[in-house]
């Protein structure tokens, strides 16, 4: 008999275990819920929330669905932050290297700025910090979205770029790759005008500020696409054209070095007898189009500048005289290519 009573209690402990187990799986999900709301809720000056989650323990992780951040004050009507999904799981490759690591992919992801929804000052990384337990290692963006809108301007401006893919791998440098920059970016996307972005560097953000070394090239926007910006920032209108950006960066210890390259081809501005009929406008039109006509490389028909940029990554100086120098450099010199000048060195930061 006695023997009958253990092997009961023992069955009744097990079920009850059992049990709970099923009970707790089941109300986990909500649990995770209600803390990622709860640290949405303690971000300073926006608020937000997700849908719900989805936990996959048998591959370490959690599913994010349906988030959105907005800013409480002053803000867009558009969030400054949303995603479809976030997948954070644990990174089970870096196990073989010894490392308990994250890595996260976001599904067609939003991210809008304006003068006034920057995003400064929330306290984003305590966030991030509180939704994975483990360092992130490795960001990946499946579809993503960043655009700059400002509506206090007439007319509005809003430029973006979408159908972003990047993947940023080896963050906690847990290969044991190049020391000083462990870090491989890919992005790609397209801009507002049928523009291509692609942008590749190294990085290190294992330190306190960051190093890195980054060449970006847009290619082929139509200029007319812009007319809402260079119309609110300069009262200019473009008929047609095309325009390419091209960009260096590199930084060691907070000392940046690098340049802003825009080089425009086939340019025409509006016609005067399309353009806004106040006179001073027209005017100004007239003059721009006639300077950019006589200042730009006649053979390949592409108006060119080039901005240097120097000094502290938190403040750096753009060379607005080197930059209009420039203008006269592309015109009356070689034309500027249209592409990465190849001529800024990480390595040569590092030494100085």
Known sequence: MKGIKKRSVAFGLIAVIVVLLIVGRAYLPYWVTDYLNTQIA?????????????????????????????????????????????????????????????EIDIYDADLNFSRTQSGEGAGWQRLVEA????????????????????????PNVHLFI???????????????????????????????????????????????TPDFDIDLALRGASLAAFNDYTQAAAA?????????????????????????????????????????????????ESAV?????????QPED?????????GNLNDPERGTWAAFLSIFDNAFGQAFTRDTDGNIRFEELLED
Do not use: C
Not at 48 to 57: A, N, P, R
Not at 86 to 101: Q, R
Not at 236 to 245: A, N, Q, W, Y
Not at 291 to 296: C, I, L, P
């Open 42 to 102: 303690a971000l300073d000056g926006y608020a937000g929330s997700l849908e719900d989650v989805d936990i996959h323990l048998w591959r370490g992780a959690y599913v994010v669905h349906g988030l959105e951040i907005h800013k409480l004050e002053g803000g867009l009507k558009e969030p400054f932050v949303a995603a479809e999904t976030i997948d954070l799981s644990v990174e089970w490759s870096a196990l073989l290297d010894g490392a308990v690591v994250a």
């Open 131 to 154: 939704w994975s337990p483990f360092d992130i290692n490795r960001l990946t963006i499946h579809g993503g979205r960043v655009a700059y809108i400002d509506y206090s301007t007439e």
């Open 162 to 208: 979408d159908d972003i893919e990047a993947r940023v791998t080896n963050l906690r440098n847990v290969e044991r790759g190049d020391p000083t920059l462990p870090s491989d970016l890919n992005i790609t996307g397209h801009s507002i005008g049928g523009g291509e972005l692609t942008v590749e560097g190294k990085l290190n953000v294992i330190k306190s």
């Open 236 to 284: 200019i209108d473009f008929e047609s054209g095309t325009v390419g950006l091209f960009s260096e960066l590199a930084a060691v210890d907070g000392r940046l070095t690098g340049y802003l390259k825009t080089v425009a081809t086939d340019v025409s501005v509006v016609d005067l007898s399309e353009s806004d009929q106040n006179p001073i406008n027209a005017l100004w």
């Open 289 to 297: 189009s006639v300077f950019m006509d006589v200042f730009k490389n």
């Open 302 to 310: 592409q108006f060119a500048f080039r901005i240097p940029i120097e």
